[in-house]
């Protein structure tokens, strides 16, 4: 089971990140979701909705790693990945929470949609299939992995980035928001194949994107 599935730690903290949400949202106050995130819970969110995203490049890096030093891999590729969605929520989470909550939960919904038909779009998702070299021991190995981890970040920022932003938006860190948002992400970063892929319907659906790795 290990042998086959590699990047179980980054599994297993995806998982435990859902289940601290959930009890966070339970035990909270009826005052909680009302409020703009704050950073701690904004990464947490981000662990728990991207880092299952990310997995196939996870193994990518278990996989091309010295097993000794594999989990240092891993975990120095997700520090780097993590790293541009803390940023990000940095700079939404102030300015979002001066914001009419309304209008702007419909802009971001609507401005999430129109983004997965744009070029710009379109390469980021490119990115996000790209690999680069990595170095098998030292420092250049420790580098290697968070470089991917950053270039890993920047491109699916590019992707998801403003299907992300509706979770910054003060009353949206609820578990039937993240569970929404997270189906959202998961089918655009993998759309589906078929006939299913070309109809019109959810905001999540691209009419011309194939992406292969370059």
Do not use: K
Not at 136 to 151: E, H, K, V
Not at 163 to 188: C, D, K, Y
């Amino acid at each position: 089971m290990i042998r086959r599935t590699p990047h179980w730690p980054a599994m297993a903290l995806a998982v435990a990140a859902w289940a601290a949400l959930l009890f966070q949202a339970v035990t909270a106050g009826p005052t909680h979701h009302a409020t703009p995130p704050t950073l701690a819970s904004w990464t947490l969110m981000c662990v728990a909705m991207m880092v299952p995203v990310v997995l196939p490049a996870v193994r990518h890096v278990a996989a091309n790693s010295l097993r000794r030093r594999r989990s240092q891999a891993m975990a120095t590729f997700l520090a780097g990945y993590l790293a541009v969605w803390v940023l990000l929520g940095v700079l939404l989470i102030p300015v979002l929470a001066r914001l009419p909550r309304l209008p702007l939960l419909v802009t971001l919904v609507l401005a999430a949609a129109l983004w997965q038909f744009t070029p710009a779009r379109r390469a980021c998702m490119r990115a996000c299939h790209r690999t680069i070299p990595l170095p098998p021991t030292g420092w250049r190995a420790t580098r290697g992995a968070l470089r991917f981890g950053l270039w890993h970040g920047l491109g699916c920022a590019g992707v998801c980035g403003p299907l992300m932003a509706i979770m910054a938006v003060p009353g949206t860190h609820h578990p039937l928001w993240m569970i929404a948002v997270t189906a959202a992400v998961l089918l655009t970063r993998y759309p589906p194949r078929g006939r299913l892929a070309w109809r019109p319907g959810p905001l999540v659906l691209d009419a011309h994107l194939r992406t292969t790795p370059d």
